[in-house]
């Protein structure tokens, strides 16, 4: 016997009562097996293996080469050096769908520890209700094992062999694993108890009870989670592996139940009784030949065509003429679950574990037969260079013959549910139906599949007539307006009669928007976007934004055909799902920087967005149904309308946002733009203050621009410098003023021209508008003699070129009104030039200006210096219109400038100038150069 304390070191593997030659035997078949062999007993958490194989005996190599046909004849029939000894796990048995053939079918299902007397009872009654069961009997001695004459046994000693195996003994619980007697089988030994039973019995006799759990999840099972039929087994060989664990090879020897659980732990130790079947003699041996036969039969035609075993399995088996052996090998070669094995090892009746077998074997052949006829039926519609097509059409074919289309079939049943509720003609319905008809026939990995099941889930998506409650009150939009945004009155104004005329529309039952598109114009910063915000919110709509800068394909806005790849619908249905209703407000910002390519005009596709006798039927190219965009109200956004295409300007209405004065910026400063960033900044108001000087400071030298950002940036310079003071240097209030702006925020970034303190000869101011606001502009103008040539520098466009030519030719038709020589143009050259030249510079507002300068400069008279003038002038001397008034006098008051010459039409335009300018300044309204000159020269 194996004493299990003598352990091996450097990796050599035990040693039993088996001689040399088996020894290499075992570890022959150990290489082998260590890629296949079940660990049935091992702990959950897997351990790393060594591909180190076991230290033989290296005297006996011709020993080994006998021995290993003798033992593989006595085994199992298989010319494999394991004799088909099986590794099997719980994982490949549950390949198999569970048999039903019979009730018997149904094993033990708990295991309670008895006597021996009532074990023997049962058994015996139980042999009794067995058909053709004979009395129990006599146990008969283990048969001596055969020995090949030139080789010694194999097993164990004869002494041990010759004895009858005790009905005490310990007991290994198996996972996954059923052991038949008369099989050979190797399989790994992890848990601790299952070592110390091996390891017990190797010190015993070598004989072991082995029985399967009823599930493999359990890491040590009680004793009720365990079989009460097994198989009692003999230890062949034990071999150690790296890692504490161990690999055994057993051989079934006969099949028993327990009586009696002696103990659990460390180890199981159980009584058994050993089960006595008929013997097949003692029954009608044609009919135990018909069912070894067709075993034998069912079990080669399953060979042949699923190629799962050799040829030499097959002729070894049919070597085998007992019933029962041939039962039992075939058993532990099979794949099926171990509810099954647990069956076939209980079954007293060999005749019923062969049917048994025969129905596993058929229906697995079946099963593998359908498996080839969906492969076959996929094949033939299989495009070779298509792999991914024929894994998805044996998905369909799987899918119909589970009968797992009944999913599609709820879908599609919901889907039509929901068609009947929707707002859309009876023609598109039934389009709608038939795609969801074709969509539930087409496999779900098509390409065309994913883009109707887009387009169909869109459908369902859009609101189709929902429509939001609208509330137009006239006071809460003023108000909203109001606190939202500071100056603004003309744009308010045109905001309010927009929504009262709505209101008297919604009154009437009127719910369409067939008033003008408004567009908000003005220069960055001014407010356009939050504007269309509070619009939204006094009317109750949803708001949607919708950048169109930089869109330049046309199926942007119309969508694509869904005849394309990666197809989408346009943004403006887009947004109306965004939505969820019918009657949102819609602002389309930035719609002068669309642009255009060879994928289209999308500035073209908005004509019909933005047209109200349109719009109720818009085509989208992906929705291909006509949708109402009739009650949708559209806002639209832009820096110039000189870019805007002509024809979408024409459906819009242009209501112009000019800029901020100082004197507003100031206040939204202090109302909006400085508690916000306080808040952002993680102040609070005691901690910072800016003066309203300070504040005044700041916008004049910090920034220079007609909307707030700019501002708003400084006032979070201002609050994150604040901000390192009271975390630094510990100050509790920071105050800034017009002293310490500097300290805070640097030196001056931007600086604005002041007037001049006295009078001067050919310097003439005039005003200039700019997207940062007004601004002051000096002419200067030297005459020298010459030929009568004319310069012009200081980057200005051809406006301003033209101007200065048409203002040198009035001049000469009024030399001698003005006292100047009639042949200047002959002997004097004249050189304007406008400072700052490297800003480029055009208009057509600064005519009257470059001809007071060069009249000033021709007639030696002197220009007054508290006067700044703006206007176009003609070759007859007429003063034309300009724009930008409010801008150009603020920049005049700013300068210091107390007196402006404005052309006589642009009087209506004073009314936007602030109260606070007007007081400052006193205009002067012209309509020809002779009043200019007259305000401008100083008289000699």
Known sequence: MINMAEKKTNGKAKKGTQESDNDQVFKDNVKSEDSSSASVDKPRKSSARSNKSAVGDTNSSAKMRKSNSSTASKSTPSSKSDSVSKSATASKSAQSPKPQPQSKLQPQSKLQPTSASKSKSATASKSAQSPKSQPKPKSQPQPKPKTNAKSKPASISSAASRKQPPTRMPMVPLRGLTVFPGVSVSFDIGRDGSKQAVENAMERNQVIFLAAQKTVDEEWPEADEIYEVGCVARIRQVLELPGENMKIMVEGK??????????????????????????????DQSLIEAHRRKLLQTFEKYALSTNRFPPETVIALGALKSLSSLADTIASQINVPIETKQYLLEEDLVQHRAQELIIILQREQLVYELEKEIETKVRYNLDKSQRDYFLREQLKTIQSELGDQENSAKEQEVWNEQLEKLNVSDE????????????SRMPAGYPEASVLRSWVELIFELPWGRIDIEKVDLKRARRILDKDHYGLEKVKERILEYLAVRKLRDEAGDMTNKGPILCLVGPPGVGKTSIAKSVAEALGRKYVRMSLGGVRDEAEIRGHRRTYVGAMPGRIINAIRQADTDNPLVLLDEIDKLGNDFRGDPSSALLEVLDPEQNNSFRDHYLEIPYDLSKV???????????????LLDRMEIVR????????????????????????????????????????????????????????RELAHVCRRAAILITEKGETRVKVTPDNLEDLLGKKKFRFDMAADNDQVGIATGLAWTYAGGDTLTIEVNVMPGSGKLELTGQLGDVMKESARAAVTYIRSRAADLKISDDFASTKDIHIHVP??????????????LATAVASALSGRAVRHNVAMTGEITLRGRVLPIGGLKEKVI??????????????????????????????VKIHYVENMNQVLEHALVNV
Not at 428 to 439: D, N, S
Not at 894 to 916: H, K, M, Q, Y
């Open 254 to 283: 006969k099949r028993a139940r327990i009586t009696r659980v002696v103990q659990e732990d460390p180890y199981f130790e159980v009584d058994v009784d050993y089960l006595t079947y008929p013997d097949e003699s003692q029954h």
């Open 428 to 439: 598109f319905k039934l389009k709608i139906r038939k795609e969801i008809a074709r969509l």
């Open 836 to 849: 700052a030249g490297a800003i480029p510079k055009d208009g057509p507002s600064a005519g009257i200006t």
């Open 657 to 712: 946002l000019s800029g901020y004065t100082e004197a507003e910026k100031l206040e939204i400063a202090s109302r909006h733009l400085l508690p916000n960033q306080i808040k952002q900044n993680a102040l609070n108001k005691k901690q910072l203050q800016i003066t309203r000087k300070g504040m005044s400071n700041l916008i004049s030298w910090y920034t220079k621009e007609a909307g707030v950002r700019q501002l708003e």
């Open 891 to 920: 920049a005049a008051s700013r300068a210091g400038i107390d007196t402006i010459l404005v052309p006589s039409e642009n009087s209506r335009d004073t009314d936007e100038i602030p109260e606070s300018v007007k007081n400052k």
């Open 633 to 647: 109200l559209f806002i639209t956004t832009a820096n110039s309308a000189d870019t805007i295409p002509q024809p």
